[in-house]
C-alpha cells in the first residue's frame, strides 16, 4: 500500500508538552510540512519567546533563537537582515505579542521587516496560568477576570483584534487568520501560511498569519468543548479569511 501521508523532517518525533486539544501541536505541523514542501529546511530560524510557544524548539528540528519575552520581532528582525536568503519565522502567543510585545509588533511590522509572523491566538494567557489577555473576549472568564471580561471595570478594556491593528500599517504586506477547529479550516491555514512563506522567500514586505486556537485547560473545558466554544464566540469576533494582501504584481 502506498503510503499518502507522512511525518515532516522538520518536526522531530518526540513526546509533546502540550495539553490534550491544543492547537499548537496542529499549527507546528502545518508549519513544517510547508518547510519541506519549500525545501527550506537547512535555511529556516524560528524565533519562539516565553509563553507556550517556547516549547516550539523542542519540535522543531532546525535552527532556532529564544528571545526575551515580548521581544521576538526585533529578534526575527536582526536574524533576518543577517540571513536575507533565510526563512525566519516569528512564532507568538497572544499575551507575548499583543501585550509585553506590542511596540516590537507594531514597528517591525511599520518598518516592513521581511519575515512571518505566526500569531497564534487562543485568548488567554497559556503557559502562566490563563490569566486574562488581550486578546480575551468580552465576558469570558479568566484567572484574573473571574466574572468575566469588562470593559468598563478596573481597566480591562477590550479585545484587540492583532490582524486588523497590523493590517492598518503600510509595511504589511499580507496578513490572513485561519484557524485549527476542524480539517477545512486546517487546510485554509495552510495555504495563508504558505503565501506568507512565499512572499517572505520573494523579499515582500512584513507578512503575518494569526490563527485561532483552542486553549482547553485554561478555558475550563474538554478538547470537544472546546472547539464548540471556539467556533460559537471566538470565530464571529475573530474573522477568518485574507485580511490584507497586497502580494498581486509585488516583487
Known amino acids: ?94 499575551g507575548d505579542m499583543a501585550a509585553i510585545g506590542t511596540a516590537e509588533m507594531i514597528h517591525a511590522a511599520n518598518r516592513g521587516e521581511k519575515f512571518t509572523t505566526i500569531f497564534v491566538n487562543n485568548a488567554i494567557y497559556g503557559m502562566t496560568g490563563g490569566q486574562m489577555a488581550p486578546t480575551t473576549l468580552i465576558g469570558q472568564k479568566a484567572a484574573t477576570a473571574p466574572l468575566g471580561r469588562d470593559a468598563d471595570y478596573a481597566g480591562m478594556g477590550y479585545p484587540i483584534r492583532v490582524a486588523e491593528l497590523v493590517a492598518q500599517l503600510e509595511g504589511s504586506r499580507y496578513i490572513a487568520r485561519g484557524a485549527v477547529n476542524n480539517a477545512a479550516n486546517v487546510r485554509k491555514t495552510k495555504t495563508y501560511i504558505k503565501k506568507a512563506f512565499e512572499a517572505q522567500l520573494r523579499g515582500i514586505g512584513s507578512t503575518m498569519v494569526e490563527i485561532v486556537s483552542q486553549c482547553p485547560t485554561n478555558w475550563g473545558m474538554d478538547a470537544g468543548e472546546s472547539i464548540e466554544w471556539l467556533e460559537e464566540n471566538m470565530l464571529p469576533f475573530y474573522k477568518l479569511g485574507e485580511i490584507k494582501n497586497t502580494l498581486e504584481g509585488a516583487s
Not at 509563553?51 to 519575552?69: E, T
Request: with cysteine.
Open 1 to 94: 500500500m502506498k503510503q499518502l501521508y507522512g511525518y515532516p523532517e522538520s518536526l522531530k518525533k518526540v513526546q509533546t508538552k502540550y495539553c490534550g486539544g491544543c492547537g499548537h501541536g496542529i499549527i507546528h505541523r502545518i508549519i513544517t510540512e510547508l518547510i519541506d514542501e519549500l525545501e527550506m529546511r537547512e535555511k529556516t530560524v524560528i524565533t519562539n519567546p516565553v509563553g507556550c510557544a517556547i516549547w516550539a524548539d523542542l519540535y522543531f528540528d532546525l535552527d532556532s533563537v529564544q528571545p526575551a519575552h515580548g521581544r521576538t520581532p526585533a529578534a526575527a528582525t536582526g536574524v533576518k537582515r543577517v540571513l536575507p536568503d533565510h526563512l525566519v519565522i516569528c512564532y507568538q502567543g497572544d
